[in-house]
């Protein structure tokens, strides 16, 4: 076999490797394990350059209608107030919106707790731009910062609670994984991740539409139930999907994962 063939196989054979994983494995069923979330210092560091990325919308031109197109064709409401209920934000916890876009989230989760110290970052200086006018017209105050979030710049257990809404689809296979392992990084022992992104088609309608959107973007790992998957690989235990919507573009699920109080474990996942 040549080497163009083996890399084939190979990629072949990982994707395999990947759904076996996805349906080894019920999310859904996890019972939290982890102890309570530890203490650590709040301590920041600079990053110099931001890579290509895609807008909101995918077009540039669409960021001005994300907000409106957001609120019309998606649960979003009911989606992020979901999200912030079962992060269970305390006062004087330090919390990381990653991947803010235009701030909605991140005004919310600083709203529903004032004393908590927000963090919204992104690496759209357009979308930071309109996210620092809804917080100057909200009165409320935040701290945006421009970021990858396969690169956080935030030193090793920064946060409590860290947010990923709807921004993953957006990252490829590989750094998907590298977003994950950065969250991990930058949460203290006991902290825990809250995503809702693009998942795993639970009934006949959503599964039609995911054959239409799968390949829009980087949404295919979604759709086949990789993503928790790769929360679990990142060191996150454990894992739980904790709701789902029906959406008109797929189903959004909902996800809670927590960083182990040092506890030594095998995996999260197991195969037979």
């Known amino acids: 076999m040549d080497a163009e063939g083996r890399a084939t196989q190979g990629a072949v054979t990982e994707e395999r ?22 203490a650590a210092s709040e301590r920041f560091i600079v990053m110099k350059k931001h890579p290509r990325y895609i807008p909101a919308f995918h077009f540039r031109w669409l960021t001005l209608w994300y907000d409106p197109m957001m609120r019309r064709l998606y649960p979003e409401e009911a989606l992020k107030n979901a999200l912030i209920a079962q992060a269970g934000i305390q006062s004087g916890q330090n919390l990381l919106d990653m991947g803010c876009g235009t701030g909605t989230l991140t005004l919310l989760i600083k709203q529903t707790q004032p004393n908590a110290t927000v963090y919204g970052l992104d690496v759209d200086p357009q979308v930071l731009d309109i996210a620092r006018r809804k917080a100057e017209q909200a009165g409320e105050t935040i701290v945006l910062q421009q970021g990858t979030a396969t690169c956080l710049p935030y030193l090793d257990g920064s946060f409590d609670r860290l947010f ?42 959503m599964w039609l539409i995911s054959l239409a959107v799968r390949w829009a973007e980087e949404v295919h790992d979604n759709i086949l139930g990789l993503l928790p998957v790769f929360i679990a690989e990142a060191g996150f235990c454990p894992v739980e999907e904790t709701s789902s919507y029906r959406t008109v573009s797929g189903t959004i699920a909902l996800y809670r994962a927590c960083k182990p109080m040092g506890v030594v474990y095998e995996t999260c996942v197991s195969i037979e």
């Open 17 to 38: 490797h990947y759904e076996r994983m996805a349906q080894a494995i019920d999310y859904r069923s996890r019972k939290p394990s982890c102890g309570r979330c530890g």
């Open 164 to 205: 990923a809404c709807l921004m993953l689809h957006h990252l490829t296979r590989e750094d998907k994984q590298r977003a994950l392992g950065e969250a991990f990084r930058v949460l203290k022992p006991g902290g825990e991740l809250h995503v809702a992104d693009f998942g795993k088609p639970h009934d006949l309608t």
